[in-house]
């Protein structure tokens, strides 16, 4: 058993132990790398099937191909997948591109969108997979659990996680206040009330997702390769936020050596992340609100 298979038995375990734990489950898709990873973990882990809805936040600005690529593979998989918006934010134009600041237009467009979707406050438009139509709920359930694509190595607020990382009753996260893991041994009986978010990819790294699509032939969104401009997005999200960086890395076995030996071996993944920059510690802030 070599590293991978390590990595991958560990977040399969994972997440068997999340779908016995909470009756009413979700998993976080951003469309990006990781969160993609995850759900081929979960085919792997449930034998083809996904057994829960995969909640996709809807800004209004990410890059269009994320869509395409997200509404493609959702049909292609038979995924139950619901899609959340603030959609009074965008009708009365409160957003970066019309002159808010980047956090509060994250907080608004990703936090409080997050929030309201995963507790069913707000509508949500669903991906019905056998009638092959899109439908909105109203006063849906609310998600217990939410399994998200998250790793420690990633930035800085993400290495204080846990595994099972529990929230308050306002979606809220203390860091101070998580449950020791010792020993692969987690915490999933909570207080009534009680929000969890499950991190199944917390230990594994940049590289190590890297490897494991190159290994099991993961159909990723073709931004994160080079299409011939010498440019490729190394981390995807919002376009006005998120830059491209020069590489003519073009498949993932060239993105690892970048990693390994290249001009990304010491470079944080997330550099091309504007909203990251804003201010300092703006990703820790909108965590603590309740972003992924």
Not at 19 to 44: C, E, H, Q
Not at 64 to 83: C, F, G, H, S, T
Request: hydrophobic share 35%.
């Amino acid at each position: 058993m070599d590293h991978l298979d390590r990595l991958e038995a560990q977040s399969i375990y994972i997440l068997r132990e999340a779908y016995r734990s909470f009756p009413n489950l979700a998993m976080l898709w951003s469309i990006g790398k990781d969160s993609t990873v995850l759900l081929w973990l979960t085919r792997k882990a449930f034998f083809g099937h996904v057994p829960y809805p995969l909640v996709h936040i809807d800004t209004a600005f990410k890059i269009p191909e994320m869509i395409k690529y997200r509404d493609e593979i959702a049909i292609q998989w038979d995924l139950n997948l619901v899609v959340g918006q603030n959609k009074e934010a965008l009708a009365k134009g409160e957003t970066f591109v019309n002159g808010l600041d980047r956090l509060s237009c994250c907080k608004k467009l990703k936090s409080d969108a997050l929030k309201n979707t995963l507790d069913g406050t707000w509508a949500r438009r669903k991906w019905n997979p056998y009638k092959k139509v899109w439908e909105d709920e109203l006063n849906g359930a609310p998600y217990t659990g939410v399994i998200v694509g998250v790793r420690a190595d990633e930035e800085g607020s993400r290495s204080k996680e846990r595994v099972f990382s529990a929230r308050d009753e306002k979606s809220e996260w203390d860091a101070s206040t998580q449950p020791p893991e010792l020993w692969n041994q987690y915490k999933t009986d909570f207080a009534p009330g009680t929000h969890v978010r499950i991190h199944p990819l917390l230990e594994w790294t940049e590289l190590n997702i890297w490897e494991y699509i190159e290994r099991e032939n993961i159909p990723i969104i073709n931004l994160y390769f080079d299409q011939g401009n010498g440019k490729r997005y190394r981390s995807l999200g919002c376009f006005p936020c998120t830059a491209p960086v020069d590489s003519v890395a073009r498949n993932p076995k060239e993105i690892i050596e970048e990693l390994t030996s290249g001009k990304f071996k010491d470079i944080a993944e997330r550099s091309g992340r504007a909203q990251d920059k804003d201010g300092g510690g703006t990703l820790e802030a909108l965590r603590k609100e309740g972003y992924m």
